[in-house]
Every structure is written in structure tokens, then in C-alpha cells.
């Protein structure tokens, strides 16, 4: 299997570590804030939001609802992503387990793989198996990057201001634009300081449906001395009811150019979307995830020849 394949494999694969909910929040992992925001569950909303204030008190909910159901949810899904990156398009299939989470590719640029790519994707998953140093490790990074995404998470009443800009039925429209009065402490904040957009919500179902958001002007990190974020980035994420109660992504589309350190260019070009969400029994073992991602591999493959 070509290195760029592999590459691209392993980091699909960091990119989704646990509940598809990073952040987008620093100039080397700007979908920190993104996938924070886009699994926030709502509480119930007023019968009305008419002004401002009242627009401020919803997203005050959300963020606090998204914080609760972040730390109380143990969901585990077995779900594909067709994901632009690199310049392939990939189709990859995860299961996640109590252990850890595993993927395995399907497919590239809509071609199922051979014979010898399928057997190299099952020595990389056994060899990933039979590393257990290295799974407690991403379980301990995945812990850690949760309790940051909580912390960064509780910036969001204070970092904008949100105004109620449509209503149809269920759907509610806020849009939110940078809080003046917002001040931030640390480089990666800076992005919040940056952005304006809409989010939907269904304050039927009590679920966010969608997000939208750029870059208002450039984001320089320390004076620009450790890279910045052109204006004009673009991100875009949707979410769909998978279960009662439970929200999953569906797509995310990410537009965003800079300079990083000593000047390296930074080019995000994302287009993925999720699919095929099915619940993963809790006592699943690393191995009994593999067999399963091995098995619909070989159906998917037949399926598409």
C-alpha cells in the first residue's frame, strides 16, 4: 500500500478518536472548536426568543447541556466516513469500543481494495491490537483532550453574542458574532475572537442540527511570530438523530489557510461525511470490533464489485 495511503490512514484515524467531538482551537488542531460545538444537546429553549438576551440565555443552555451530556455519555457506534484528504478520497469504517476506537479502510477514490490491501489493513489493525502501551495512551491523550474541550467549552457564553436571526417550525436560527467585551488568556483563544456564523436548532428535539461559521479577520498566534489564520476561512458541520436522545455527525466541510511556525504553510481542505451509525455492544472486545470491520469489508467489497 503507497506511504500516502498509509499516512492518510493513520490520520484519519487520529482525527477521530473517541466521540467525533475535538476542537478546533489551535493553529496545528483548528477542528477543536468545531466538533465541540456540533454534538451540543439544548435544553428546553423559551416559547420565544425575541431578543438578544433571551438569545444569550439559549446558547448559555446548550453550552451547559453540551458540558453535561459530554461527560455522561458512554454511547459507542460502529459508523463509515468518506473523507477528502491528501488528495484521495477515502472510505473508512470505525468501531468503537470501551478499549479504544479502531478503523479500517474500505475503500479509495470509490474502489474497494484488493486482496493485499485488505491483508495490510488486517496486519495494521492485529499489530494495533497487540500494542496495548499504545492504546492506553490514546485512552489517556482522548481523557485529556475531553477535559480540555470541557474547559475551552465553557468560553462560548462569554467569547460571543447571539441573536435569534430566524424561526421555522422547530428550527431556530442564531446567529453569533465575536463578544468586545471578551478578552482572551491564552494564544488559541484568539480564534474565538475571530469567528461569526449561524447555528440551527431544534428546540422540539432539544438537538443542534447545524453550524456555519469564517473567520472574520486574520487570527495571528503570539504576534504572528507562531503562524496565523488567513481571513475568510469557512467551516460547515450538520448533525442527524441516530437514536432517541442522540446526535451524530453527519458532514463537516473545512476552507482554512495560514502560516504556522517558521512559515509552513497550513492548508485545510476537509470534506467528510458520516453514515451507517449502528450501536456497538458495550462489552464489544477490541477483537470482536476487528473481526466486524473485517467482515463488512468483505461485504462492502462484494457488494461493490
Not at 422547530?170 to 453569533?176: G, I, N
Not at 464489544?284 to 468483505?298: K, N, P, V
Request: hydrophobic share 40%; aromatic share 8%.
Amino acid at each position: 500500500m503507497p506511504a500516502r495511503i498509509q499516512d492518510a490512514i493513520v490520520s484519519a484515524g487520529r482525527a477521530h478518536v473517541g466521540r467525533l467531538k475535538a476542537a478546533f482551537w489551535s493553529t496545528f488542531s483548528l477542528n477543536l472548536l468545531l466538533l465541540t460545538v456540533l454534538s451540543a444537546n439544548v435544553r428546553q429553549a423559551p416559547a420565544a426568543v425575541n431578543n438578544p438576551t433571551d438569545a444569550n440565555l439559549l446558547a448559555r443552555e446548550v453550552i451547559e447541556n453540551e458540558i453535561e451530556a459530554e461527560i455522561n455519555d458512554h454511547s459507542l457506534w460502529s459508523y463509515r466516513e468518506l473523507t477528502k484528504r491528501k488528495g484521495d478520497d477515502l472510505l473508512l469504517e470505525y468501531c468503537q469500543t470501551k478499549y479504544g476506537t479502531i478503523h479500517r479502510l474500505l475503500a479509495l477514490d470509490g474502489h474497494p481494495l484488493d486482496a493485499r490491501q485488505r491483508q495490510a489493513e488486517d496486519q495494521r489493525i492485529q499489530k494495533l491490537i497487540r500494542s496495548p502501551d499504545a492504546l492506553l495512551a490514546a485512552q489517556k491523550k482522548e481523557s485529556a483532550d475531553a477535559q480540555e474541550e470541557r474547559r475551552f467549552l465553557q468560553l462560548f457564553p462569554q467569547a460571543f453574542r447571539y441573536q435569534e436571526e430566524q424561526r421555522q417550525g422547530d428550527l431556530v436560527k442564531l446567529r453569533f458574532t465575536p463578544n468586545p467585551d471578551f478578552h482572551p488568556s491564552r494564544f488559541e483563544q484568539h480564534v474565538l475572537h475571530a469567528l461569526e456564523g449561524t447555528m440551527v436548532l431544534d428546540v422540539k428535539q432539544q438537538r443542534l442540527v447545524s453550524i456555519n461559521g469564517r473567520l472574520t479577520t486574520e487570527v495571528k498566534f503570539w504576534g504572528g511570530l507562531l503562524g496565523h489564520l488567513d481571513a475568510g476561512g469557512t467551516f460547515s458541520v450538520t448533525l442527524e438523530n441516530v437514536a432517541p436522545g442522540d446526535w451524530e455527525l453527519k458532514s463537516l466541510h473545512v476552507e482554512m489557510d495560514g502560516k504556522a511556525l517558521f512559515f509552513k504553510t497550513i492548508t485545510v481542505r476537509e470534506q467528510d461525511t458520516y453514515s451507517g451509525y449502528t450501536p456497538v455492544a458495550p462489552d464489544t472486545t477490541l477483537g470482536q470490533a476487528a473481526e466486524r470491520l473485517r467482515q463488512d469489508s468483505h461485504s462492502w467489497a462484494g457488494l461493490a464489485g
